[in-house]
């Protein structure tokens, strides 16, 4: 199974290269904030991808989909919304978590939660059993450095220490793009860059 995946468009979802594949996934920040037209847009464009499976999750720019996770499954009805759950896709595991540490004062707030127990209980829920994890945030120490700091989450970190997914895809942090392969393969896959440059969304072959 070819699996295309992405994150962090900000409303600039048709100017990011993506490839054909099997399975496509979105690990949040589509919108800038709070917009129902940013949603409806994103969604029609998903409508136009040929991809024959879809997953959003949300990211921190995402209000509009943190205040309803019912009205979120309305509005993206060409995809599969995850929040705190999974979906099996050819036999392939998926669960998906839109939660990240405060970042910052400027920073849209949507699925923010502070570090420690409010995000350890949420990493919590991940099955065992999970084969490819999708947050929005990365976990600490993996291409999660901005302005010399980092933004990971350590309870994340632990998560996948327990779950030892085969991949684990977020975005967040724009000042990285890439893969790293320790155990689990971990994928930033967000498009936009530090100065605003759009990148490719990136690819992978997922086999049993």
């Known amino acids: 199974m070819k699996i295309v995946c992405f994150s962090d468009s900000h409303s600039m979802h048709e100017e990011v290269p993506i490839p054909h594949g099997d399975l496509l996934i979105f690990a949040g920040d589509m919108s800038r904030c709070r917009e129902v037209q940013e949603a409806v847009r994103f969604n029609r464009f998903l409508a136009t991808l040929p991809h024959p499976y879809k997953i959003v999750i949300g990211g921190n720019h995402d209000l509009l989909l943190s205040e309803n996770k019912k009205q979120a499954r309305e509005l993206l009805s060409n995809a599969i919304y995850l929040e705190d759950d999974h979906i099996t896709v050819q036999g392939i595991k998926i669960y998906g978590a839109p939660w990240q540490p405060v970042f910052n004062h400027r920073a849209c707030a949507a699925f923010a939660l502070p570090r420690g127990t409010p995000l350890r209980s949420k990493w ?45 895809i977020f975005g967040h942090i724009h000042n990285h793009n890439g893969v790293i392969a320790n155990g689990t393969t971990f994928i930033n896959c967000n498009v936009r860059g530090p100065r605003g440059q759009i990148r490719e969304a990136l690819a992978f072959d997922y086999s049993a």
């Open 124 to 168: 919590e829920k991940i099955p065992h059993d999970v084969n490819i994890l999708v947050t929005h945030t990365p976990p600490v120490g993996v291409m999660d450095e901005d302005q010399s700091i980092g933004h990971g989450c350590s309870d994340l970190l632990e998560a996948v220490h327990r779950v030892k997914p085969r991949y684990h």
